[in-house]
């Protein structure tokens, strides 16, 4: 069955360290997305991909960046993490509303930076 | 950019009552309105979607209105069950973005 998969699960990162969360899909879907959740604020879009070699920003991409090796694998880079970056990150695969290829959410990073 | 706005933070109904989830956006362009639920400690994942050239769409207990001079779109949820608590966001996405924009979420709470 076709997945996305996060890893880690939850990361406890120092203020200052860098951080690289990691996202592997089987959907061979051209988009892949990276999102945080916080409370009162939904998803917000922090970088997205159209295939391999390919990052844009996304609506609030400062203080991250991103990289798309392949088709398959998607990572979020916090060079010099911060307390204000604890969140939950998900990343997605797809196109919203397109047959065979709608969006899919792999389960979720929880980091908390100390 | 598109903003969408999902009014209700909270929402507590009788278990076998109706719920209802109300949205708006900003983007005329918009054509795609996707809804995604998360239960506690899950992912989000895929509950209906409706799209700009009808008004109406339902699935099962799930119906979804979209009202596009009003540029607002809402979920209906009928004769609820335990199992519908959760986190429901609505979004919306133009065609030529293959951009998702979410509202904030509502936390739906199903009580016996």
């Known amino acids: 069955e076709a997945a996305v998969t996060q890893s880690p699960r939850n990361k406890v990162a120092v203020t200052g360290g860098k951080v690289t969360l990691s996202c592997n899909q089987t959907?061979?879907?051209?988009?892949m997305y990276w999102y945080r959740q916080d409370t009162g604020h939904g998803l917000r879009l922090i970088h997205y991909s159209y295939g391999a070699g390919s990052t844009e920003k996304g609506d609030i991409p400062d203080g991250y960046k991103a990289s798309r090796p392949s088709q398959e694998n998607f990572s979020l880079i916090l060079e010099l993490a911060t307390p204000s970056q604890t969140s939950v990150y998900f990343c997605?695969?797809?196109?919203?509303?397109?047959?065979?290829?709608?969006?899919?959410f792999g389960s979720g990073t929880r980091l908390l930076v100390i | 950019g598109e903003k969408v706005e999902q009014h209700e933070s909270t929402l507590s109904v009788r278990e076998g009552d109706s719920a209802v989830i109300n949205c708006t956006y900003t983007d005329t362009a918009s054509s795609y309105f996707p809804w995604y639920k998360q239960e506690a400690g899950k992912s989000l994942h895929f509950v209906i979607d409706i799209r700009s050239n009808v008004d109406r769409k339902q699935s099962q207990r799930l119906i979804v209105l979209l009202d596009k001079k009003a540029k607002r779109f809402s979920l209906h949820i009928t004769a609820t069950q335990p199992e519908d608590s959760a986190i429901y966001f609505c979004a919306a996405s133009t065609a030529n973005t293959n951009k998702v924009v979410f509202g904030t979420g509502t936390r739906l709470q199903v009580l016996p």
């Open positions: 997605a695969s797809g196109v919203p509303g397109q047959v065979n290829s709608d969006y899919t």
């Open positions: 959907n061979n879907h051209n988009n």
